[in-house]
Every structure is written in structure tokens, then in C-alpha cells.
């Protein structure tokens, strides 16, 4: 079989994501992990604000919606607990204990996708085809790819 160079292309963006996430912990030091739980709280409220107006929710959504930013709120919240964790424990952590607490991370955000997928799909099901086209090009390219292709597209717009 022979493999084409696209074929990574199209590689599902929470694979990359996962990958990214497991490389950094993986290869960062214990400093690098430190970060303020505010600071963190503070950016997935800024990205349930940012995904909320984006994706035009209507107030006939808005249940469903606040499902799916409770979901974003406590996967966060997790996140922070275990990396904190990790963090307190990192200079007396054994190889094994280190790979043990990546390993806690990684099934943490696994399973966060796991709990986001049923609600976003019943919103999801809810949206317009232009929500539904806006949502599609907020996953498939990523939060921060979708932003700065926005951004790129409103400065060439005045050219």
C-alpha cells in the first residue's frame, strides 16, 4: 500500500491536540506545567464567550448551550487538579509515578471529549446549516487556526 503525503492532512484535530498535550507533558519540565488556575479558568470562559458568539447560539439554545460550557468548565477544572498535581509531585515523582500521572491526564481529556461529544451533538442537531457550517470549520481547524483565519480574512477584506 502506498501512503500519499495528505493522508496526515486529514488526521482528526483531537488526535493533533491529544499529541500536543502528551508531548508537552511529557517533555516539559515541572516549571513549565505551573500556571495559574485563574489564568486557566479565565481563558476557557474567554473560549466558551468566543465558541458562544461564533457560533450564533440562538436563546432557543441556550439550554443545550450551557450544557455544553459546563462541560468545557469542569474538563477544565479537571485538567487543572491533575496538572497541579503533577506539578507538586514533580520533583519526587519516580519514572513510573511520572508516566502513571501523564497517564491520568491523558485519560482525563480523553474522557472529557467522551462527555463533550452527547451534548454538542444535541446542540449541534438544534443549529442552522450556516451554525452547523461555522461549528465544522471551528473543530476542523481548531480554535486558535479559526481565529486567526478570521482575523486574516477581515484585513484582506480592506486591501
Not at 9 to 28: E, G, K
Not at 48 to 61: N, V
Amino acid at each position: 500500500m502506498k501512503l500519499c503525503g495528505n493522508q496526515f492532512t486529514y488526521a482528526s484535530p483531537r488526535f493533533i491536540m491529544a499529541a500536543t498535550l502528551v508531548a508537552t507533558l511529557f517533555f516539559a519540565p515541572g516549571v513549565v506545567l505551573a500556571t495559574d488556575k485563574d489564568a486557566h479558568e479565565d481563558r476557557t470562559e474567554l473560549r466558551i464567550k468566543e465558541m458562544h458568539a461564533k457560533l450564533k447560539i440562538t436563546p432557543a439554545q441556550e439550554e443545550q448551550w450551557a450544557k455544553v460550557a459546563q462541560v468545557m468548565l469542569d474538563d477544565a477544572k479537571t485538567m487543572d487538579a491533575l496538572t497541579q498535581i503533577r506539578v507538586d509531585h514533580a520533583k519526587d515523582m519516580t519514572a513510573v509515578d511520572d508516566l502513571k500521572s501523564f497517564g491520568e491526564i491523558a485519560d482525563a481529556y480523553a474522557n472529557g471529549i467522551k462527555k463533550m461529544t452527547p451534548v454538542f451533538a444535541d446542540l449541534y442537531a438544534s443549529m442552522s446549516d450556516a451554525q452547523k457550517k461555522e461549528a465544522d470549520a471551528f473543530f476542523r481547524y481548531g480554535y486558535e487556526k479559526h481565529r486567526h483565519k478570521d482575523s486574516h480574512k477581515k484585513k484582506s477584506v480592506g486591501k
